[in-house]
């Protein structure tokens, strides 16, 4: 059930994200004639623009930003005249009524998309309630972070609730916006064959990595007090791990898809203390080279020594009938060797080989997803090379590969937040975060850091250009098994 609404409101209107993201995506969409067609779109942020010179910047966004065979000048010159903007401090309750003037009536739906510091949400909020922009017709998109742990994410969760019902609160994870994330879903769902042994009894582990080559970015204000636990792995990677690990949800929709995410959060086991040193790995990127450049470390990028980890790697169990024993293998890192995303599903070894001796090894299966840079799904097999080997088989591991880039050459790339912002704007809420959902991941989250608190744990550094510490690779080869392709 899709209802659209006929007004945007951006907040952030005129930062990073509005112009590396949104605004393409929202160009992306309008060019596409996805846009409903009587759709405004109102800008708000600090700055002093009128429309006109939030027109300017938009432009100047989309000239830098959008790939050079999506540029099209009529399109461009129609999606600006849907621009409008409203200077706002979101600090100032007297700005919010210019801005309700601004938006004017309300009664056909107004979708607003949230982007601030942590700190300003209840304020934020509560503006936008005294000003009549929290009504039946209003719903609210919001970014991360959503707390910086269980108990500040309540808070804001209860401020958001007091204005706007669970229904009407769109929690953004971007990478439930990618093609390949919602790819795990057609996989696991859309084929017969991956669900009868997708369980303790045909998988061995599963493995997540995000391997960043970026370091710390402009963003020390919020990087030094997240690290990459509450950066990455809150949201992310637990939700990597909730679509690979979820029961088959009924039907594809917001209530029975963020159900079973659910269920999977709050089977996560809680770490004590004393488990957290040997199945958790933190590390720092000291001084190194990333694809062949001298990179500094993490403190001198800073200026100072820190404890913020930029890498983690984490040994999870998720804990009900289906996944008992099954190890899922975490880690995300800034300034690794090479940027990849990817999910790596070990099965469990051939009860009996009949090589044995006669072909050398039989290597486990793999399936592999690889989310980004590439696009692909492949699955490890054993194959017999070809030849007249007098004493057995030779066997070799090779990929049966489904290469997303090349069967749908066709299709254009989109940006995950063309879809999270189309489905905001429509109202479709499969793709978002439930509180629940976050508020279970947070209670895992909370038992990690407590046991580094409990245990002094400082992040060991690594050379940038690495696969984190030592100590991450010890974390898997210690129960037999080695990270995927490092
Ligand atoms: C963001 C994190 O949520 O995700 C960043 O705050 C990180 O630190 C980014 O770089 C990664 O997103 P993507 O889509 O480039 O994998």
Redesign the pocket.
């Given at each position: 059930h899709r209802d659209p609404v006929a007004k945007l409101l951006l907040f952030g209107a005129t930062g990073d994200l509005a112009q590396r993201m949104l605004l393409p995506s929202l160009y992306g969409l309008h060019a596409d004639g996805l846009l409903p067609e009587r759709l405004t779109i109102t800008g708000a942020a600090r700055h002093e623009h009128d429309d006109d010179q939030y027109r300017a910047f938009a432009k100047k966004a989309l000239d830098e930003f959008l790939p050079a065979d999506r540029k099209d000048e009529g399109a461009i010159g129609s999606f600006l005249e849907r621009l409008h903007y409203q200077p706002t401090d979101l600090s100032d309750p007297a700005s919010f009524q210019p801005l309700a003037d601004k938006i004017g009536d309300v009664s056909g739906g107004l979708a607003i998309y949230l982007s601030t510091a942590p700190s300003l949400f209840e304020q934020a909020i509560e503006g936008l309630a005294s000003v009549g922009l929290a009504g039946e017709t209003v719903r609210v998109g919001l970014e991360?972070p959503l707390g910086y742990d269980l108990a500040s994410s309540r808070e804001i969760n209860d401020a958001v609730a007091r204005a706007f019902p669970e229904e009407r609160t769109f929690r953004i994870d971007?990478?439930l916006g990618?093609e390949t994330v919602q790819n795990i879903l057609a996989l696991r769902f859309g084929n017969s064959f991956f669900e009868p042994v997708w369980n303790a009894q045909g998988i061995d582990n599963v493995q997540i990595t995000?391997a960043?080559t970026?370091g710390l970015e402009e963003?020390a204000g919020y990087?030094e007090s997240a690290g990459a636990l509450r950066?990455?792995v809150q949201?992310?990677i637990l939700q990597l791990l909730a679509l690979i690990a979820m029961e088959p949800p009924a039907h594809f929709d917001g209530t029975d898809v963020r159900d079973e995410k659910s269920k999977v959060f709050r089977s996560l086991r809680i770490m004590k203390p004393e488990d957290v040193p040997h199945n958790t790995v933190t590390g720092q990127y000291g001084d190194g080279a990333v694809g062949g450049k001298f990179v500094k470390s993490y403190a001198k990028e800073l200026g100072k020594p820190s404890t913020t980890e930029t890498f983690v790697a984490i040994k999870a169990h998720v804990d009900n009938w289906r996944w008992q024993g099954v190890p899922f293998y975490l880690r995300t890192g800034?300034r690794m060797a090479t940027r990849r995303?990817e999910i790596a599903i070990q099965f469990k070894a051939v009860p009996h080989s009949m090589f044995a001796g006669r072909g050398g090894l039989l290597q486990p299966n793999m399936l592999v997803i690889r989310l980004?840079p590439e696009e692909y799904i492949q699955l490890l097999v054993m194959a017999k090379e070809p030849g007249l080997d007098r004493d057995g088989v030779r066997l070799r591991e090779v990929p049966l590969n489904l290469s997303m880039d090349a069967e749908f050459a066709g299709s254009r790339r989109r940006i995950?937040y063309e879809r999270l912002l189309l489905d905001l704007i429509e109202g479709d809420q499969t793709l978002f975060v439930r509180r629940d959902e976050v508020e279970a991941q947070w209670k895992w989250i909370d038992a990690i850091r407590a046991g580094w608190t409990a245990n002094d744990t400082k992040p060991k550094s690594y050379p940038s250009g690495a696969w984190g510490p030592s100590a991450a690779i010890a974390l898997t080869e210690r129960d037999g098994v080695t990270w995927q392709d490092d």
């Open positions: 991360k971007h990478y990618k995000i960043e970026v963003r990087y950066d990455m949201n992310h800034k995303s980004q995950a």
